[in-house]
């Protein structure tokens, strides 16, 4: 069994910051790229930022304008992955969602989300 599990949501004042976690726990051999995604409310599921196991780093459409305010990274050691989210907007209030490309001890790989955990932003 594995599973992903986020942490880190909550109500903040817009210009504030939030920093989710995303932890892989269970009958894992190697986890390849990881990802953050969030569904604003009404709309679909976007791509927020990706990294793979190396470090390497994709920003989504809706936040590669804001260079430096969202940040990904990842310890590998710990099977885990963070967003470090500053200068938050009300438009960034949504469900986000991490989920991670895993390799489990019996060979079989498959793409795994978490539950989500809303982040919600007041003006």
């Known amino acids: 069994q594995v599973q992903l599990v986020e942490s880190g949501g909550g109500l903040v004042q817009a210009g504030g910051s939030l920093s989710l976690s995303c932890v892989a726990s269970?009958?894992?051999?190697?986890?390849?790229?990881m990802g953050w995604y969030r569904q604003p409310p009404g709309k679909q599921r976007e791509m927020v930022a990706t990294?793979?196991?190396?470090?390497?780093?994709?920003?989504?459409d809706s936040v590669k304008g804001r260079l430096g305010r969202f940040t990904i990274s990842r310890d590998n050691a710990k099977n885990t992955m963070f967003l470090q989210m500053n200068s938050l907007k009300p438009e960034d209030t949504a469900v986000y969602y991490c989920?991670?490309?895993?390799?489990?001890?019996?060979?079989?790989?498959?793409?795994?989300w978490g539950q989500g955990t809303q982040v919600t932003v007041a003006s």
């Open positions: 989920n991670a490309a895993i390799t489990a001890r019996d060979s079989s790989w498959r793409i795994y």
């Open positions: 269970g009958s894992i051999f190697s986890i390849d790229t």
């Open positions: 990294i793979s196991r190396g470090g390497i780093t994709n920003l989504g």
